[in-house]
């Protein structure tokens, strides 16, 4: 009996193929339930040595193996028609697949607030191999690389910002650029989240993926106003770009120390 349930799981796992419309996975990370949302398995003619029909689905093997073993939820259930956000969205390609929505499967707030993120208790400095944390992150990233960062992308950042406030008053395309230059200081602006949050000793970690999920979404919105064929629908992408880039400039402020350089203004409302 139990080498008919190997065989059978084998030839399960043999038949799967790629999911159609989702990009290649890293191969380090388990994909997020998202993107198993709508997932149907359908029946085919059985193997040409008899048996049970084999059951063929769009779902990939890495995540067939992980449904089987219980790492990913079943798909379908609550919030499968949730809309999808970051590099999940539909219809418009993100900057970058790896952000906090693909890694987790789940969403930052649509607006993060600084006082909101968890700090360090008064009196109870934590340290690491490397000396005092900076803020409440043990991922401690070296104050040169942050300065080097800083001066490289610095420009890159207050176009953005310039930009995002032009847009956000009510600004013409034609006023605030092209979009293809602006799209290019958005991928600078993973990059410098990179030189600020990421360290060769730690790693890629949670602020560094929050980062690049409002940077997709920041993408995602100034293309959508540049698309929109109604004022109504121009107003509201260029709304969230705001958020988007004012919560972006959140994150990245935190590790702006005056050593590394000065913190970048949020857009106002």
């Known amino acids: 009996c139990q080498v008919f349930m190997h065989r059978s799981l084998l030839l399960l796992l043999l038949t799967l193929t790629p999911a159609a419309g989702f990009s290649p996975l890293h191969p380090s990370r388990p994909t997020p339930r998202s993107a198993l949302r709508g ?15 084999l059951l063929r689905s769009t779902l990939g093997r890495r995540e067939a193996l992980l449904l089987g073993a ?14 999808r956000k970051g590099s999940l969205r539909k219809g418009r390609p993100p900057l970058t697949q790896q952000d906090f929505a693909f890694v987790t499967g789940k ?21 690491n191999a490397w000396g005092l944390c900076v803020e409440d992150s043990c991922g401690y990233v070296g104050l040169k690389q942050r300065y080097e960062g800083y001066k490289k992308y610095k420009a890159a950042i207050t176009e953005v910002s310039t930009a995002v406030a032009a847009i956000s008053g009510g600004a013409s395309n034609a006023e605030v650029g092209s979009e293809e230059a602006l799209g290019k200081n958005l991928r600078r602006a993973i990059l410098f989240a990179n030189t600020q949050l990421i360290s060769e000793n730690y790693g890629t970690g ?5 980062s690049r999920f409002y940077v997709n979404e920041a993408y995602y919105a100034l293309g959508e106003c540049f698309s929109a064929k109604d004022e109504a629908k121009r107003q509201a992408a260029a709304d969230l770009l705001r958020d988007s880039w004012n919560s972006y400039l959140t994150v990245v402020n ?10 970048f203004a949020l857009i106002p409302a």
């Open 206 to 210: 949670n602020e560094a993926l929050v």
């Open 254 to 263: 935190r590790a702006i120390v005056p050593k590394v350089g000065d913190k």
């Open 39 to 53: 997932l149907k398995l359908q029946s085919s003619p059985p193997p040409s040595g008899g048996g049970a029909p």
């Open 107 to 127: 969403y930052p707030p649509r607006v993060l607030v600084f006082e909101s993120l968890p700090r360090q208790e008064k009196g109870k400095p934590v340290y």
């Open 70 to 83: 219980g790492v990913l939820g079943a798909p379908g259930g609550a919030g499968a028609e949730e809309e």
